[in-house]
């Protein structure tokens, strides 16, 4: 296989990249060393990008088992030398806070850039918190690029300034960035940072309370310095068209909303602009400067109002009297920004009539396509199991993975969620004051990530808590990565396979069995058994995500289920497994069998009304 | 490019048609004729058996996503999809769409209609002053692959001018951009796409 199109060492090539690969080309560029992280839409492509391309030796990478190791991880490269990349998706950065906070007083030689993938508008998250609030609150650098190029030569940027000051920096994309692709020039590719030499100083590195408290004044120095270089930095761009006093001062992704509505509203040479990439510390001298020369300014930012708030301070501050205006009943702190509620909030700025053409109200009543749970799908089954032993009478803790889905009717196996790990503990201290079982759901990456130490609390606290494991054998959201639970074949030399119910056992629980998930049977016997014992119960589910097993394990099963009989058990499976591989023919129900993955499930449901038949030649 | 050769294309289907392949596939044909190309997609939970949404705006757009009424042109890889995404498209816009159907789950289990294909013409022609759908599917199918019925989407948007990428330069971009054993499939399906719309 020849090198990959991203390791071209050609400057001045132009690819089409996503915002995601461009940050993969810029960390190359600033010849970055290690990359640790635990996957999470919309970050993981960046790390999934360097484990395809390989690196010809020029970095070591590694999935880490949550985002606070990884932090440990990198933040420990970066210690001894190393210039490290680590990351995550946004909710990740509070696992990881921890460590970064602390890191950020001692500094790191090496250099650290923190990639927070923020997701605002919730498109594969449980908040859309703005993790600019870490930079902050944490002291950190912030660069938030709004392109795909831009994506690449921040995170150089980032790169250098982490490496310069020794200090943490935080590179934050949205969704939108990460995931948009647009043209990327190439710089030249050096060879990988040689190593910062680690020296023995444990009064930086230990942060006994005396050491931290020099380390804020130390870090508060840092600060100043990079504010310095955030007023010289070609990512802060003043555009000054004409003598208006309007000026406008933006940053990320709401800086390419801006630019398409001055052009579609015809205002371009109406307002000066103060486009801000290096959005931490604030460049106070150019922001000062830009404030003193216009009479009103607007800030236009997605997510939460902290440049609004900071620039408010700021005028205060200088004395500057100019009028401010932000987020409002148009552009709010939820959901993401668009061009068209940029024109609208700068029509009510400028007080002149929005040129935008009314649209059609989308239509309600045509049937959806929400997301549901693969056909064949190692989860439904299990849920079908849990849904005939416990009906309603139990409590679902769930946790996050595709098997969140269980919520969707009919197996509504979901009543309640926080975070990553949180199935366990959460369930645990429900079942302390509820009468109700708990059933704690939780998948192998999930129980690796956060689940592993909830268990311990709650065999330690002599918790009672039903677990039920769902071991698909990969990350399967976020596109099939490895975890310590992958077999050891598919890990290949670089990884060593742990052992699920090993590690349960180890933590005291002897209440624990392990059935295959399709094995519908055997999991309605096991959850039997164990739905009056008192304390801590393990059921592990086994069977490999049914995605995963056809396209990267090569494994297909050469049967597909067929309807041979209509009566009451046909329908009720229907209803209670609906598997998106049956469908309706007039009364009478069929399964599709390009969709059948051959899991024999419904076999099981109801055994007269299926048999196993020969796949058909079918789809690849 | 000039302003006013700005354009702006939404691209709607079911996961595991392969939407987002043809997005990347008509964008870097795009970058390869020299235009300024950005692209939107989403992906993760959003995408697992849903809607696959993605956007190309050419000529100088920023945006990497679009709004009601902002579509030039519409390119629905399943008819569901094309009716549900109409609001994206402005007023005169041209849409170009498979006929060939891809029922959703609450459709196969009988739960509710899918809208009969006139309906959904006519429904799209109140917006768009040109609308076509082809059997994408089946010419796919007989250009030696499903997957290729979306490059006879493709490809009858660039016959019909309103993009500024000739058949030819399509052609290149399958052989550049596609691995080498799609290429047979993927340059038959546009052919057959041309030849769909002279007859």
Redesign the interface.
């Known amino acids: 296989m020849g090198k990959h199109p991203l390791l071209n060492e050609t400057r001045g090539e132009?690819q089409?990249l996503l915002g995601n690969e461009a940050i993969v080309r810029g960390a190359l560029e600033a010849g970055v060393n290690i990359i640790t992280c635990y996957p999470g839409?919309?970050s993981?492509?960046v790390v999934d990008t360097f484990r395809r391309i390989g690196g010809e030796g020029r970095y070591k990478m590694e999935y880490s088992i949550n985002e606070k190791v990884a932090m440990e991880v990198a933040c420990g490269a970066a210690l001894a030398g190393a210039m490290s990349l680590v990351t995550m998706k946004h909710v990740g950065l509070n696992v990881a806070a921890d460590p970064l906070f602390t890191t950020a007083y001692t500094g790191l030689p090496g250099g650290l850039v923190v990639l927070s993938a923020d997701d605002p508008g919730c498109?594969?998250s449980q908040n859309e918190q703005d993790n600019r609030g870490y930079a902050r609150m944490a002291h950190l650098p912030c660069f938030e690029p709004?392109?795909a190029e831009e994506a690449r030569a921040m995170t150089r940027a980032a790169f250098t300034l982490a490496r310069d000051l020794q200090q943490p920096v935080l590179l934050r994309t949205t969704?939108?960035?990460s995931?948009?692709?647009?043209?990327v020039t190439f710089h030249s590719l050096p060879k990988p940072s040689e190593a910062v030499p680690f020296e023995r100083e444990p009064m930086r590195f230990v942060p006994l309370p005396a050491v931290a408290r020099k380390r804020h004044a130390a870090v508060n120095n840092i600060m100043l310095r990079a504010q310095e270089i955030a007023d010289q930095s070609p990512f802060n761009v003043e555009t000054s068209h004409t003598e208006t006093k309007l000026g406008i001062i933006a940053s990320g992704?709401a800086?390419?909303?801006l630019?398409?509505a001055l052009?579609s509203g015809g205002w371009t040479d109406k307002v000066d602009l103060l486009e801000l990439g290096m959005t931490w510390p604030l460049p106070e001298k150019k922001l000062s400067s830009f404030l003193s020369r216009h009479s009103r300014i607007l800030v236009l930012e997605e997510g939460d109002n902290l440049l609004e708030r900071d620039v408010r301070a700021l005028c205060q501050r200088i004395g500057c009297a100019v009028s401010i205006e932000g987020k409002d009943e148009i552009l709010t702190d939820m959901g993401?920004y668009?061009?068209?509620?940029i024109m609208q909030r700068l029509a009510k700025w400028f007080s002149c009539p929005c040129p935008?053409?009314?649209?059609?109200?989308?239509?309600t009543d045509?049937?959806?396509?929400?997301?549901?749970l693969?056909p064949g799908c190692s989860h439904r089954s299990v849920y079908y199991a849990a849904r005939q032993v416990f009906g309603d009478d139990a409590i679902y803790s769930s946790d996050i993975g595709?098997y969140t889905?269980g919520v969707v009717p009919p197996m509504r196996m979901a009543d309640f969620l926080f975070c990553m790990g949180s199935s366990i503990s959460g369930g645990s201290g429900f079942s302390e004051v509820s009468e109700k079982t708990v059933v704690s759901f939780i998948g192998d990456s999930t129980f690796f990530h956060s689940g592993m130490t909830g268990l311990a609390n709650a065999v330690f606290n002599k918790h009672k808590l039903l677990l039920v494991i769902l071991d698909n054998g990969t990350t399967a959201?976020?596109g099939h990565q490895p975890n310590p639970g992958m077999l050891q074949e598919s890990l290949g030399e670089g990884c060593t396979h742990l052992d699920i119910e090993q590690i349960v056992r180890a933590f005291g629980v002897d209440q624990c069995k392990k059935v295959s998930s399709y094995n519908v049977r055997g999991l309605i016997k096991a959850l039997t058994e164990f739905k009056d014992m008192p304390g801590i119960r393990v059921l592990i589910a086994q069977e490999p995500c049914v995605l995963y097993a056809r396209r990267t394990l090569g494994k297909r099963q050469p049967n597909v289920a067929e309807v041979v009989e209509q009566n009451e058990d046909t329908r009720r499976c229907?209803k209670e497994l609906?598997c998106?591989a049956?469908?309706?023919k007039g009364e009478d129900v069929a399964v599709?069998q390009n969709l059948c993955s051959g899991c024999m499930v419904c076999l099981q449901v109801a055994p007269k009304s299926f048999k196993a038949v020969k796949r058909e030649g079918g789809?690849a | 490019m000039s302003?006013d050769k700005r354009l702006r294309i939404f691209f709607t289907g079911?996961?595991g048609q392969g939407t987002l392949t043809a997005t990347?596939l008509l964008?870097?044909t795009a970058?390869m004729c020299g235009l300024?190309?950005?692209?939107?997609?989403?992906?993760?939970?959003?995408q697992?058996?849903?809607?696959v949404e993605s956007v190309l705006l050419l000529g100088g757009?920023?945006?990497?996503?679009l709004?009601?009424?902002?579509a030039d042109l519409l390119l629905g890889f399943e008819p569901?999809e094309t009716?549900?995404a109409?609001?994206y498209l402005?007023?005169g816009g041209i849409v170009f769409s498979n006929s060939d159907m891809l029922?959703?789950?609450?459709?196969?289990?009988?739960v509710?209609?899918?809208?009969d294909l006139d309906s959904i013409k006519s429904e799209v022609q109140k917006?768009a002053s040109q609308c076509t759908f082809l059997p994408c599917r089946e010419l796919g199918t007989k250009a030696g692959s499903?997957q290729s019925g979306n490059t006879v989407l493709l490809a009858a948007a660039c016959a019909n001018g309103v993009l500024p990428i000739s058949l030819e330069m399509l052609a290149k971009g399958i052989t550049t951009f596609l691995p080498e054993k799609l290429h047979a499939s993927n340059l038959e399906a546009l052919r057959l796409a041309e030849a769909y719309l002279k007859a």
């Open positions: 132009k089409l839409t919309p993981s492509e498109h594969s709004a392109s969704t939108r960035i995931h948009m692709r647009g043209a992704v800086r390419d909303y630019a398409d052009i993401e668009s061009r068209s509620l935008l053409n009314p649209t059609p109200t989308p239509r045509l049937p959806g396509r929400p997301p549901n693969c595709c889905l959201m976020t229907l609906a998106p049956f469908y309706k599709d789809r | 302003q079911v996961g990347n964008a870097r970058l300024e190309v950005v692209a939107g997609e989403v992906h993760g939970m959003a697992r058996g849903g809607v757009w920023k945006s990497p996503k709004d009601h009424g902002e569901l009716l549900r109409v609001p402005r007023q029922p959703p789950l609450s459709v196969s289990l009988g509710s209609h899918y809208p917006v499903v």
